[in-house]
């Protein structure tokens, strides 16, 4: 589920943090204040402060972790080759405070469910709990799951039929000699190459100008008035004259007459026409222009 | 009006013609009225067609509207009035009633914010939310009558769509999972009710709906959990019924659908924009949200993983599923059917039908039989929409595999935001046009967490916006589901605006993505009348009172209120 429009306020949100008290059933390990981390908010869940937790008994936890579940849950809490379900879309892990909720099923609650009671104390069973929790803290927004992204290689096109592409329907525009001599160099990253070539727009800085729409309105048989487009709509066009002036027509129907010359119009235009097989020819024949 | 009646008993005759003082409240039996002089809830009435029976400002007279007043609100924890020298301000204004409630620690005071939702303008007041944050507003100049404000313990705060009233009582979402209720005429809480938990992802952005003497309340959520919707008692906030929107239990419904239990039990199906009513048939039809892992396979299995992305049909009064028709099968996009259904009747290849129509994020258009959920129609109104091949045998959109966000990066169209979004749509009977946005974006999908179990939430993906063929104002024959005309914004790559308004003044409202509230006629989608405003982040609404035709939208945390002058 996302949105159309973002949260506005979220990143200037006054946002305090509190102090956290730890609470603790009996039995479980408090945490110090001296070793605690400082209060996290997650990140999928915008606002929400999780409670801090001790880096040693944390520790403690995923070495246990380890040993006890990490073959039905997985290494990374998501499920594994065992079965056991994914721990970070869980309601009972998303929930627990401090091991209230968790430390239970790992004593037995749910033995009839088959999760095995893994004969755990309390302290030990509440320092999975703490684990469980401090990698549910890393959870990225929108439920991303936690972890770095891989580095995966997009690179899986064709140079040769992508330089055939090229030369059928960009060399019109372009050429891999002139504005897109170390392409390659510029955007190193071929995601980012592939995404700017799509859209268009300045390879480097002195081209620029060139990606910049223009509009000519007539204002009266025979004389036109042209510059760089500020503003278009219905009612309404502003543009900016060479001489770093700016002037407005008001808009009615077909009158004035508003030409507007977009650079960027044929790369739209584009966009319902390719394969994604082209695209990525012609990424794997642009990742060569270095 | 009470201080009128004070000054002279002679002028009591006339109060007491006039008797409606502001604050009243809306019997449950007049939201069975066709939209008119009031909004008494989010889409106006029951239907959902955002269609005003109000024709003062027509084709005509509309070249007449101005402004008559506009208010801006600031959210968030009130501070006492700056002082100059330690003495308040010469024009200090009179204090706001100001009441808080809410359970957070009263640590997070956000001081911007946006109006995304429907004001509901009952007897002379208009009802006005942000996330967290609500007031009244004299709508005869805008000024604020009271203003509430929820310490809130976190959530989502992407937006609120609105209040729902029943008689004297308002009822809205939190973005931390409450039902809250207020009073309408003094702006105090009357109750709040826990409606999920916060820290399993939920959050709360709908407009609660008031059917008879239940409110209907939908939920947020992108991490994996499920979708429901609940039914609560507006008197006492008790919970009558919960509907989960994905199987819960060995053989519900749609289980069959999933890889396993577990799957359907994480698998979305959020209830995150208020349906529409047909009182004939006592069903409720609201659209859900996207199935979970969002854009991967993984777990959820090949099949359609009901009911996420879904038209439902429930019986109000039981909370059970009535019919269902799936309008994204087994969604690979974070296309959320999230869509507000719209109920009409009319000739459909020569009989009358009762009918609900819905253009949804993914690109397709829908007429159904809204009594059946029999399918009549699918069109494809996103005109370069490319991620599915054909179409189902139930009529739905074939998805195409190799669409979904790949390795090397897969070109589809609508983005993730969609064709269209929460914005309303409207309908108008005498057109008989289904109106919409239509934005044909497209996005590189990358698969960035190729892992067989499947990614989580909406993660596991990069997304690139690479551009976008037009933003359009879309006319749809429900008979076809072809576009009778398309009207084309200026800034092509956002959505026009907020939503729609037909009236029977013949004129259609709406944003138009460049900073202006347009009046187009609704007959051909031309231009008459603008107002440059800013960005309208609402649907424009309509409403009468002292004899004018009142229309007012939002522009981010102002209101705007226009007449004929």
């Known amino acids: 589920m996302r949105h159309l429009h973002r949260y506005l306020a979220a990143g200037t949100a006054s946002m305090v943090a509190v102090l956290t008290v730890l609470c603790c059933s009996p039995g479980l390990t408090v945490a110090s204040a001296a070793g605690a981390q400082a209060p996290a908010t997650s990140a999928f869940n915008q606002g929400e402060v999780r409670a801090a937790e001790d880096p040693a008994v944390v520790a403690h936890g995923k070495a246990l972790y380890g040993i006890n579940c990490q073959a039905c849950h997985g290494s990374d809490l998501r499920g594994g080759d065992m079965g056991g379900p994914n721990l970070l879309r869980s309601q009972v892990a998303l929930t627990d405070k401090h091991g209230e909720l968790i430390v239970p099923i790992i004593q037995g609650a749910r033995a009839a469910q088959g999760m095995p009671n893994l004969g755990l104390n309390d302290e030990d069973a509440g320092a999975v709990a703490a684990y469980v929790r401090s990698v549910i803290s890393t959870i990225g927004g929108q439920g991303a799951p936690p972890g770095q992204k891989k580095v995966l290689d997009i690179v899986v096109g064709d140079a040769t039929r992508g330089q055939t592409y090229f030369a059928a329907h960009c060399a019109s525009c372009h050429s891999a000699t002139g504005d897109l001599k170390g392409i390659a160099t510029t955007f190193h990253d071929p995601v980012q190459l592939q995404s700017r070539w799509i859209t268009g727009g300045a390879g480097s800085a002195q081209a620029s100008t060139a990606t910049k729409p223009t509009v000519d309105v007539t204002v009266a048989p025979g004389e036109r008035v042209s510059g760089e487009l500020v503003r278009i709509d219905d009612f309404l066009v502003t543009l900016r004259r060479s001489d770093g002036t700016e002037r407005s027509f008001a808009r009615k129907g077909t009158v004035p007459a508003v030409v507007v010359h977009d650079p960027m119009q044929a790369h739209r235009e584009m966009l319902s026409h390719y394969t994604d097989g082209d695209i990525h020819d012609v990424t794997a024949y642009l990742v060569t222009l270095k | ?565």
Not at chain 2, 86 to 105: I, L, M
Not at chain 2, 536 to 558: L, R, W
Request: with cysteine.
């Open chain 2, 1 to 565: 009006m009470k201080l009128t009646c004070a000054l002279s008993i002679a002028s009591l005759a006339v109060c007491s013609a006039l008797s409606l003082a502001q604050g009243g409240g809306v019997k449950p039996q007049e939201l069975l009225k066709p939209l008119g002089n009031e909004w008494p809830t989010y889409n106006g009435d029951y239907t959902g067609k955002r269609y005003s029976s109000l024709a003062q400002v027509n084709r005509q007279t509309v070249k007449n509207l101005s402004l008559a007043w506009m208010s801006q609100l600031t959210p968030g924890m009130e501070t006492p009035a700056p002082t100059i020298n330690g003495r308040p301000p010469r024009a200090a204004s009179p204090q706001v009633p100001f009441h808080v409630g809410g359970e957070g620690p009263g640590n997070i005071n956000i001081r911007a914010g946006s109006i995304k939702g429907s004001v509901l303008a009952v007897d002379g007041t208009l009802y006005v939310t942000m996330p967290d944050n609500a007031w009244a507003l004299d709508a005869r100049d805008g000024h604020q009558l009271w203003h509430y404000y929820w310490k809130t313990k976190g959530g989502t705060h992407i937006g609120n769509r609105g209040f729902g009233m029943w008689n004297g009582y308002l009822f809205m979402e939190t973005p931390d999972d409450y039902l809250v209720s207020l009073d309408a005429k003094t702006g105090k809480e009357r109750w709040h009710k826990m409606i999920a938990n916060v820290d399993e992802g939920y959050f709360s952005t709908p407009a609660p709906i008031i059917i008879g003497n239940h409110v209907l309340v939908g939920v947020g959520n992108d991490i994996d959990s499920p979708g429901f919707l609940q039914s609560f008692d507006p008197e006492t906030g008790d919970l009558q019924w919960k509907f989960y929107t994905v199987p819960m239990q060995k053989g519900d419904p749609g289980a069959d659908t999933w890889a396993s239990l577990d799957a359907a039990r994480h698998g979305g199906a959020q209830t995150w924009i208020t349906g529409a009513y047909d009182p004939e048939t006592n069903l409720y039809i609201f659209g859900t949200g996207n199935p979970t892992p969002a854009y991967t396979t993984g777990k959820r299995g090949d099949l359609d993983n009901l009911f996420t992305c879904t038209l439902i049909a429930l019986d109000v009064d039981t909370g059970k599923m009535k019919w269902y028709f799936q309008t994204s099968p087994h969604d690979m996009h974070d296309y959320d059917s999230a869509q507000t259904p719209v109920l009409f009747d009319g000739m459909f290849k020569g009989k009358m039908r009762k009918m609900v129509a819905t253009a949804a994020r993914n690109g397709y258009y829908f007429t159904l039989d809204r009594v059946t959920g029999e399918h009549l129609v699918t069109s494809k109104y996103g005109t370069d929409t490319n991620w599915a091949k054909g179409l189902t045998p139930a009529g739905g959109p074939k998805r195409d595999p190799e669409k979904d966000a790949t390795i090397a990066g897969s070109l589809s169209s609508p983005t993730s935001g969609g064709t269209t979004n929460w914005q309303p749509p409207a309908f108008s009977p005498v057109t008989g046009l289904f109106y919409t946005y239509e934005v044909n974006g497209f996005s590189l999908l990358y698969l960035t967490d190729p892992d067989p179990r499947g990614s989580m939430g909406l993660g596991g993906k990069e997304e690139v916006e690479v551009g976008s063929t037009g933003s359009f104002l879309t006319a749809i024959d429900y008979r076809t589901g072809a576009a009778r005309w398309r009207h084309r914004f200026f800034n092509n790559r956002a959505i026009g605006g907020g939503g729609l308004l037909a009236t029977a003044g013949g004129l259609l409202f709406s944003g138009d993505g460049a900073g202006n509230l347009v009046a187009f006629d609704a007959a051909d989608g031309k231009p008459l009348w603008n107002t440059r405003i800013g960005s309208v982040s609402n649907a424009p609404q309509t409403f009468e009172m002292d004899g004018h035709q009142y229309v007012i939208c939002a522009s981010g945390d102002k209101m705007w209120a226009f007449i004929l002058h």
